[in-house]
């Protein structure tokens, strides 16, 4: 993860923002995804499922869990059904906070995502690895009530693991019992021995900035909580679509996938 606006400089939401077609992003942007994706074929795929993995896990929190506000840490650039669109859809008056810590990416925000008249919809220009602040300045939401926590796709920019552990410990630690969890991540798990030879290569070359997860490094994100059916899935897997055009095989979106709830 980047800290300061630099167009020569790859940065994961303007990749991704690559892989899904969209137009916000730089050069630098396209060569780091092209690379990637040499190393990792269904990148694109992967990308897609990962959104599609957010829409259902947000409409599922919004219509089934009763949840009304939402913090959704990571967002990237907008598009299609955003977080607070597919909450909104259900509940109008949900409330939504975005962070993320590219200005590129706030600047975007602002200008795009607009709210309910009911709901509400805010952005925080921060960092993941800074939680505390994150918490201290999400004055939006009532820490008293349930929310949604949304860290998708987000942690495996994180290489320590333990940091990453902790960091969702101390967000969770904040929230009352009834919030959610919901979270994606790379593995490996899933991925041939010479895909994950590829994936490894480009760790150590530096040609990769996700750090993929096994899955007793993800189980440890839940501790604590009590995860929902289906469990630990590949994203695709997750309570798919029966009507979906797209449905990757846990080797094409290679990320674990989960929503757990706070007892």
Not at 163 to 176: E, G, H, K, S
């Amino acid at each position: 993860m980047t800290d300061r606006f630099d167009s020569g400089v790859a940065h994961p939401a303007r990749r991704y923002n690559y892989w899904l077609g969209g137009k916000d992003n730089f050069a630098a942007d396209r060569e780091s995804g092209d690379l990637l994706a040499k190393s990792y074929p269904a990148a694109r795929i992967a990308a897609r499922a990962n959104r599609a993995f957010l829409q259902r896990a947000v409409r599922y929190l919004a219509a089934d869990a009763g949840i009304r506000q939402f913090l959704d840490i990571g967002t990237g650039l907008p598009t299609a059904d955003n977080t607070h669109e597919v909450a909104q859809r259900v509940a109008p008056d949900a409330r939504i906070v975005y962070v993320d810590n590219d200005p590129m990416v706030m600047a975007h925000a602002r200008a795009l995502l607009t709210s309910t008249d009911e709901g509400e919809t805010r952005y925080l220009e921060e960092d993941l690895r800074n939680p505390e602040k994150i918490l201290a300045e999400a004055g939006l939401l009532d820490l008293t009530k349930p929310v949604g926590l949304v860290l998708v796709a987000v942690l495996h920019f994180l290489a320590d693991q333990e940091q990453a552990r902790d960091i969702v410990r101390t967000l969770l630690a904040a929230l009352p019992s009834g919030s959610h969890l919901v979270i994606s991540c790379a593995t490996t798990d899933f991925l041939t021995p010479e895909l994950k030879a590829n994936w490894d290569e480009s760790l150590r070359t530096g040609r990769s900035d996700v750090h993929p997860r096994t899955r007793a490094e993800f189980d440890e994100f839940l501790t604590g909580l009590e995860v929902l059916d289906p469990g630990v899935v590949a994203i695709s897997e997750w309570r798919p679509e029966p009507d979906a055009e797209e449905r990757p095989t846990p080797l094409e979106a290679s990320l674990f996938g989960v929503v757990a709830r706070k007892p």
